[in-house]
């Protein structure tokens, strides 16, 4: 079993390092062929952070892991608000702009009440199963178009809050070694961390969905956990929440789209409640916005993020 764990994790490195790798071969050829720098941010880096997720979970859908690939999903989108935010917060208050709070959160909140109401065939619909289908892969794949057109027209009025970090240019030459190298590391490091999954929760006589909310989940979450710590050092706070709520919402409207296009994924029992902890973090998360300073994440608000996210985990373990 420590082989196997130490395996996942190797997994998981190779992963992020991939993600980060083609991020940066990228953006390298995009910025020398003259693309502006903040579409690069919207696309390339957006779609490369979630690079993680993404091949985890294409991974897990065609090996027939529907649990694996929800559970990644729900779990890191729990882990991004109560971890990460939690753990920014509490190196420095966390400044929300108006937008986040006001467009970006709830937006947040509707893809998991979405996820919620499809997930929920056998009480919404007389369902004979609880099951996203290709269908509702495809609907949530509509409400992400629907995102992205936002989050252009708010650049193209400047009322944007991307990075304006200036991007690395390499060489023809290393760009495509980044970028092939990207891929590579991306595949291979998502294969062995499924594989390594698998035979993790065959061992320990863990579920799927588990191994899915924790380990998985963290890992994937770590790019996101890394940006957001840099930026609040960097005095760049109001990045942190931003970029954590967009993620959020690019991991259900597209991640988790694709994934049910690819192939239905049925809704274990328990499910439901991981669901509802995600649209909670998310409630509380808006909610902290009016209490004590006013759009701002206070210190012991992260505290408080941190210990709700422990207390979650202990259940998750306890309940196996």
């Not at 690079?51 to 729900?74: C, Q, R, Y």
């Not at 099951?131 to 009322?159: C, H, K, P, S, W």
């Amino acid at each position: 079993m420590i082989l196997t764990i130490i395996l996942l994790l190797i997994g998981l490195a190779i992963l992020v390092s991939g993600a980060e790798a083609l991020v940066a071969g990228a953006s390298s050829v995009s910025k020398k062929a003259g693309v502006p720098q903040i579409v690069i941010g919207l696309t390339i880096v957006a779609f490369g952070t979630s690079a993680p997720e993404l091949i985890v979970n294409i991974f897990s859908a065609l090996k027939g892991m529907t649990d694996l690939a929800l559970g990644n999903i729900i779990g890191s989108n729990i882990a991004n608000i109560l971890l990460v935010l939690g753990a920014s917060a509490l190196i420095v208050d966390l400044k929300v702009q108006k937008n986040t709070t006001w467009k970006e959160i709830p937006f947040a909140a509707l893809a998991v009440l979405a996820v919620f109401a499809m997930a929920n065939d056998k009480i919404l619909d007389n369902g004979i199963i609880n099951v996203l289908t290709r269908i509702d892969g495809l609907v949530l794949i509509g409400f992400f178009a629907i995102f992205m057109y936002y989050v252009f027209e708010l650049f193209r009025q400047g009322n944007g809050n991307a990075e304006q970090e200036e991007i690395k240019v390499y060489s023809t030459f290393v760009s495509i070694l980044l970028i092939i190298g990207g891929l590579l590391f991306l595949f291979f490091g998502g294969k062995l961390l499924v594989n390594q999954a698998v035979i993790l929760a065959k061992l320990a006589g863990l579920s799927e969905m588990l191994i899915g909310l924790t380990v998985v989940a963290v890992g994937t979450s770590l790019p996101e956990l890394a940006t957001s710590i840099i930026a609040a050092k960097k005095g760049r706070a109001d990045l942190a929440i931003g970029n954590i709520v967009g993620s959020n919402i690019f991991n259900i409207f597209w991640i988790l789209g694709l994934t049910s296009a690819i192939r239905p994924i049925p809704i274990s029992n328990g499910a439901n409640f991981d669901i509802l902890i995600c649209l909670m973090a998310t409630a509380i998360l808006f909610l902290a916005m009016f209490i004590g300073k006013k759009h701002k994440l206070e210190k012991w608000q992260g505290g408080l993020f941190l210990f709700t996210y422990i207390i979650y985990l202990v259940y998750l373990i306890q309940r196996g």
